[in-house]
């Protein structure tokens, strides 16, 4: 194990890497300049010097706490470049807590099937089916690093099998004339350019940081469509606008780069401050608006596979757990309007 330390010199300071090297019964301390006073390219360096001492021992083995600190060096840098948010990492260090938690410190290489269903069916007694799955998947993909790393033969989560979800509640999504107060208190407070943006969100059932990350390119307006470039599954797709929408496109400023000035953060905590100023549930996020066009697509009679291309599932298997269930009841309701 390695760490930083700061040594200070005539102008300023240098970072060092410091290191402990067994002699006889006793840990010596070395340290090993980076000529650097750059924190970044300092914890860069640190990250490629641990990876070398244990290739340089033979091992390739890595216990599981420092796995974690290796593993957020690196995904700060994947943030900083824009290929990992940060909150998928917050998802990942939390599930990789909860192994070290589960099974105490063990070396990477020693984890193995067997280990992911006693954590699977662990998981369980404490949280949905849904959200074990999430914390599987995550796993799955820290491993995928640790294999491209060596530091173990296989990847145990890459064939896990799912936890059974089960949904027998609706989605929660907002009635026609709960939106229309929404819509009015945020037009009350005179937010024009946020009422635009939740009003693309209720129209196309982009999520937050698609509809973020439009730019004037994106948006066709003789095919009266946008182009969702940075979406959650990586492809890209299309969004069929409407006349509300095709207004909002078409009132962008033409010295603007994005369609939407907003950073992602703001958008929730304003979203959330306008549904406690309309008196609405307090459960209510931005991520309802996607639940409220998708389900009232579903109680109009639109087809589950269309829904599903809309929303950009990468499986009709999602579309269908979460409208299914809409659908049915809308179906069977259907029925009882016969005239005899």
Same mark, same amino acid.
């Given at each position: 194990?390695?760490w930083?330390?700061?040594?200070p010199?005539?102008?300023?300071f240098t970072?060092?890497?410091?290191?402990?090297?067994? @002699?006889?019964?006793?840990?010596?301390v070395?340290?090993?300049?980076?000529?650097?006073?750059?924190?970044?390219?300092?914890?860069?360096?640190l990250?490629?010097?641990?990876?070398?001492?244990?290739?340089?021992?033979?091992?390739?083995?890595i216990?599981?706490?420092?796995f974690i600190?290796?593993?957020?060096?690196?995904?700060?840098?994947?943030?900083?470049?824009?290929?990992?948010?940060?909150?998928?990492?917050?998802?990942?260090?939390? =599930?990789?807590e909860?192994?070290?938690?589960?099974?105490?410190?063990?070396?990477?290489?020693?984890?193995?099937?067997?280990?992911?269903n006693?954590?699977?069916?662990?998981?369980?007694?404490?949280?949905?089916p849904?959200?074990?799955?999430?914390?599987?998947? /995550?796993?799955?993909?820290?491993?995928?690093?640790?294999? @491209?790393?060596k530091y173990v033969?296989?990847?145990?989560?890459? =064939?896990?099998? @799912?936890?059974?979800?089960?949904?027998?509640e609706l989605?929660?999504?907002?009635? $026609?004339?709960?939106?229309?107060?929404?819509?009015s208190t945020?037009?009350?407070?005179?937010?024009?350019s946020?009422?635009k943006?939740?009003?693309?969100?209720?129209?196309?059932?982009a999520?937050?940081?698609e509809?973020?990350?439009?730019k004037k390119?994106?948006?066709d307006?003789?095919?009266?469509?946008?182009?969702?470039?940075?979406?959650?599954?990586?492809?890209?797709?299309y969004?069929?606008i409407?006349?509300?929408?095709?207004? $909002?496109?078409?009132s962008?400023?033409?010295?603007e780069e994005?369609?939407?000035n907003y950073?992602?953060?703001?958008v929730?905590?304003?979203?959330?401050k306008?549904?406690r @100023?309309?008196g609405?549930?307090?459960?209510?996020?931005?991520?309802t608006?996607?639940?409220?066009?998708?389900?009232?697509l579903v109680?109009?009679?639109?087809?589950?596979?269309?829904?599903q291309?809309?929303?950009?599932h990468s499986?009709?298997?999602?579309?269908r757990?979460?409208?299914?269930?809409?659908?049915?009841?809308?179906?069977?309701? /259907?029925?009882?309007?016969?005239?005899?």
């Amino acid at each position: 194990m390695a760490w930083l330390v700061k040594k200070p010199k005539k102008e300023g300071f240098t970072y060092y890497i410091a290191y402990r090297v067994k @002699k006889g019964s006793k840990n010596v301390v070395h340290t090993k300049t980076t000529d650097t006073d750059n924190k970044k390219l300092a914890r860069k360096l640190l990250i490629k010097f641990e990876e070398e001492q244990i290739q340089y021992e033979g091992l390739r083995r890595i216990e599981l706490s420092d796995f974690i600190r290796l593993y957020e060096g690196y995904v700060t840098f994947q943030i900083a470049k824009d290929q990992k948010s940060k909150r998928t990492y917050i998802l990942e260090k939390s =599930c990789l807590e909860k192994l070290l938690d589960s099974f105490g410190n063990f070396y990477l290489d020693s984890f193995n099937s067997d280990m992911v269903n006693e954590y699977k069916e662990t998981r369980l007694y404490s949280i949905s089916p849904t959200s074990v799955n999430i914390e599987l998947r /995550s796993l799955r993909s820290v491993f995928s690093y640790a294999l @491209k790393k060596k530091y173990v033969k296989e990847n145990p989560f890459s =064939c896990f099998e @799912k936890a059974k979800e089960e949904s027998n509640e609706l989605p929660l999504f907002m009635k $026609i004339e709960e939106v229309k107060k929404i819509l009015s208190t945020i037009e009350a407070s005179k937010d024009y350019s946020f009422l635009k943006y939740v009003l693309f969100l209720l129209h196309t059932g982009a999520r937050r940081n698609e509809a973020l990350n439009i730019k004037k390119e994106h948006i066709d307006y003789e095919k009266r469509r946008v182009s969702l470039i940075k979406t959650k599954t990586k492809r890209p797709r299309y969004v069929p606008i409407d006349d509300v929408v095709y207004e $909002i496109v078409k009132s962008m400023p033409d010295d603007e780069e994005f369609l939407f000035n907003y950073h992602y953060d703001t958008v929730t905590h304003k979203f959330k401050k306008y549904i406690r @100023k309309a008196g609405l549930p307090d459960n209510y996020s931005l991520k309802t608006t996607r639940k409220t066009f998708a389900s009232h697509l579903v109680m109009q009679g639109i087809n589950l596979t269309t829904v599903q291309e809309l929303l950009g599932h990468s499986s009709p298997e999602t579309t269908r757990k979460h409208y299914a269930k809409l659908a049915d009841e809308h179906l069977q309701q /259907s029925v009882k309007k016969l005239p005899y």
